[in-house]
T-cell receptor
């Protein structure tokens, strides 16, 4: 079966623009996570969905970042008024159930570059 | 705040050498612990995990890790590395119910043939 997919694989945008990053989780996985990984660092947790609702959004750095998962499957991470510091690889992961006991399956990531 | 530290940024070994990658965490309370691996050009994938019970955990590809609660450590080991183990290794911790998932900065392992 297909794994977690993310589109686009690369995104270059100008400072101040709006971007959307998409994640398609593994079919049937109820939990979905977004992470951000900067060069030389480990993934940094952003937000976690259980079904359609955000169960934990404590990792979102500020109100320019927002994520949705309207039908409990595909999720979109939205970044408004992008800044150069937003440049990173954005990772999505899914798991059969919520945080903790279950392995997270990661996608390939979207590399965002803000110029 | 919760944190994870990994002792080495880059480790270089010859094939058949033994491996130990250090991981220490700072977390108040019961934890779940993970090691993830990212091979060149591939996605992050789970190597092994600890939730409870036997503190010595065995994972895929001959890796194991030992949870030492008194030292807040979860070191990764392999008795004999192969060239194919060249990858980036990440330690991660969550609370008992999966809250506050934190990754360490990663250790890059290079195995020379």
């Amino acid at each position: 079966g297909a794994g977690v997919s993310q589109t686009p694989s690369n995104k270059v945008t100008e400072k101040g623009k709006y971007v959307e990053l998409r994640c398609d989780p593994i079919s049937g996985h109820t939990a979905l996570y977004w992470y951000r990984q900067s060069l030389g660092q480990g993934p940094e947790f952003l937000i976690y969905f259980q079904g359609t609702g955000a169960a934990d959004d404590s990792g979102l750095p500020n109100d320019r970042f927002f994520a949705v998962r309207p039908e409990g499957s595909v999720s979109t991470l939205k970044i408004q008024r992008t800044e150069r510091g937003d440049s990173a690889v954005y990772l999505c992961a899914s798991s059969p159930e919520g945080f903790g006991a279950y392995e997270q399956y990661f996608g390939p990531g979207t590399r965002l570059t803000v110029t | 705040a919760q944190s994870v530290s990994q002792h080495n940024h880059h480790v270089i070994l010859s094939e058949a050498a033994s491996l130990e990658l250090g991981c220490n965490y700072s977390y108040g309370g019961t934890v779940n612990l993970f090691w993830y691996v990212q091979y060149p050009g591939q996605h992050l994938q789970l190597l092994l995990k600890y939730f409870s019970g036997d503190p010595l955990v065995k994972g895929i590809k001959g890796f194991e890790a030992e949870f030492i609660k008194s030292k807040f450590s979860f070191n990764l080991r392999k008795p004999s590395v192969q060239w194919s183990d060249t990858a980036e290794y990440f330690c991660a911790v969550t609370g008992r119910y999966g809250q506050n998932f934190v990754f360490g900065p990663g250790t890059r392992l290079s195995v020379l043939p």
